[in-house]
Nanobody, 123 residues
């Protein structure tokens, strides 16, 4: 099984940057697509970004295009979300997810979830 653990969240001011990490257990992470979701209080969980198992295919929500970059290191079993030019509306709990099918990452019907890391952006 794949166990995921997010880290790197925190409290920053608008315009700042954060890099979130998602560490996966085991040696099979390279066979999984993975991605990031976020959920703010009172709102539905929304898709943020996804990356395929080789790292050659990525997709982003329109709200983060040009500001966020998803990447992965299969040797280290770690996925990253570089978040630049943060805005107050980016405030949410960010979750990483993994699944053998990239389509399930996009729809949120994934097999594995992390527990989330809080990102708060003040203005």
């Amino acid at each position: 099984q794949v166990q995921l653990a997010e880290s790197g969240g925190g409290l920053v001011q608008a315009g700042a940057s954060l890099r979130l990490s998602c560490a996966a257990s085991g040696r099979t992470f390279g066979n999984y697509a993975s991605g990031w979701f976020r959920q703010a209080p009172g709102k539905e969980r929304e898709f943020v970004a996804v990356i395929n198992w080789t790292g050659g295919i990525t997709n982003y929500a329109n709200s983060v295009k040009g500001r966020f970059t998803i990447s992965r290191d299969n040797v280290k079993n770690t996925m990253y979300l570089q978040m630049n030019s943060l805005k107050p509306e980016d405030t949410a709990v960010y979750y990483c997810a993994a699944d053998p099918l990239i389509s399930r990452i996009k729809t949120g019907t994934v097999g594995y979830w992390g527990q989330g890391t809080q990102v708060t952006v003040s203005s």
